[in-house]
């Protein structure tokens, strides 16, 4: 072994020791903050709207886009715990795509095959606009479809991703280096980016589901919607779409 691979080898473990003892620090720093434990409130819905509607409903290639977006808000949530921001920005981004995929797949059983082909893409844009036309959506305010929400968010996240904004940036002017850290702005900044795609992303699947959710059907859903809406889209979702969501 060179003397340089000793050296490489020798700084690899003593960077190991350093970020993970550096996680658990900030783990225990942040866990103090409410906004996880609100984080994990609104988690909770995303997981009903998965097994109440998506899995009696989808087919498993489709799902498969909705499981994955699920587990981009769960990613997001443990990076954010530890302080590591942009990377749980870009979970959320990726958690927009994924369910808007989903959706669409379901609809369109053709593409999907051609999909898992490599024959067929749909990007954001045109999958906004399939929705914008969609025969349970168009005649509704993007405020109640949640694709006002979605397409707000998407921008928002995407300068995250492509580093177009110096307030997603990791690294400061005296910091080449810096995987996380535990500035309370920046904890609220992501709480409200999560908040604000989830809550898009439930309107979505409610609207084009909310013949399933009529009176006291999927009580256990709807209750679990409650933590993840606000009180305004509660009342629109109930004048629009005659989805009762009672308060948390």
């Known amino acids: ?19 993970t003892l550096q996680a658990a620090k900030n783990w225990k720093t942040l866990q103090k903050n409410p906004a996880y434990q609100a984080s994990y409130r609104r988690l909770s819905a995303i997981q009903a709207l998965k097994s109440y509607l998506v899995v009696p409903a989808y087919s498993k290639p489709s799902a498969a886009f909705f499981f994955e977006a ?25 958690c927009i795509e994924n369910a808007l995929c989903a959706a669409y797949y ?19 844009t045109e999958l906004l606009r399939y929705f914008e036309k969609h025969p349970r959506l168009s005649k509704l305010a993007e405020n109640v479809s949640g694709l006002g929400y979605l397409r707000a968010e998407y921008a928002t996240l995407s300068k995250a991703v492509h580093a ?16 996380w850290d535990t500035d309370p702005v920046k904890a ?25 959710l009529q009176g006291t059907q999927l009580t256990p859903l709807r ?8 009180a305004s889209s509660r009342t629109l979702l109930k004048q629009s779409v005659s989805v009762i969501i009672q308060s948390p």
């Open 1 to 19: 072994m060179s003397q340089l691979q000793k050296e490489i080898d020798a700084n690899h473990a003593a960077f190991f020791k350093d970020w």
């Open 70 to 94: 699920h587990n981009d808000t769960l990613v997001s949530h443990v990076n954010a715990s530890v302080g590591a921001w942009r990377a749980s920005l870009q979970s959320l981004r990726s």
């Open 223 to 230: 209750d679990a919607l409650s933590f993840s809406l606000s």
């Open 188 to 212: 609220a900044m992501w709480s409200t980016r999560e908040k604000r795609t989830i809550e898009g992303v439930c309107l979505l699947l409610t609207c084009l589901h909310s013949e399933r």
């Open 164 to 179: 177009s904004a110096a307030n997603f940036r990791m690294t400061d002017p005296v910091s080449d280096v810096l995987l």
């Open 106 to 124: 379901h609809e369109h059983p053709i593409e999907l095959e051609l999909w898992g082909e490599g024959k067929f893409i749909i990007g954001l």
